[in-house]
């Protein structure tokens, strides 16, 4: 399996969080999704809408041209890999308005731990 797999949020990321309704699309996002998918990546919406909202945003995404390989599950191909269809949805690249990148976590561990020390080192 040589594609490449973006899973790609909804409310903050493909457009303006405005849960429960949908907000301004954010069209630097949208331009990047649609790119990667022409080059041939496969798109799964990655969301917690269900039910009406969800099916709001895939025919919002729909409208835009954005059309998914899976909604909110694993490409067949994954689940075939996996022996079933795994709670996490696996994919090459998240987009996600709520991500921290691990090496973010390390630098604002190295900053809290190095106050932290500098404190302990005043008192």
């Not at 949020?9 to 999704?33: K, M, Q």
């Not at 039910?51 to 895939?58: I, K, Q, S, T």
Request: glycine share 8%; charged share 35%; aromatic share 8%.
């Amino acid at each position: 399996m040589n594609e490449h797999i973006i899973a790609v949020d909804f409310d903050g990321t493909l457009c303006e969080n405005a849960w429960p309704g949908i907000g301004e699309a954010r069209a630097g996002v949208i331009d990047y999704v649609l790119g990667q998918q022409a080059t041939g990546a496969k798109l799964i919406l990655w969301t917690n809408r269900r039910g009406e909202r969800l099916d709001e945003a895939v025919k919002w995404c729909a409208a835009r041209g954005i059309a998914f390989d899976a909604v909110n599950e694993n490409l067949p191909e994954i689940i075939d890999r996996f022996g079933g269809d795994t709670r996490k949805v696996y994919a090459d690249e998240y987009l996600e308005d709520k991500a921290v990148l691990p090496d973010a976590v390390e630098r604002r561990r190295k900053r809290i731990s190095g106050r932290a020390l500098r404190n302990r080192m005043r008192h």
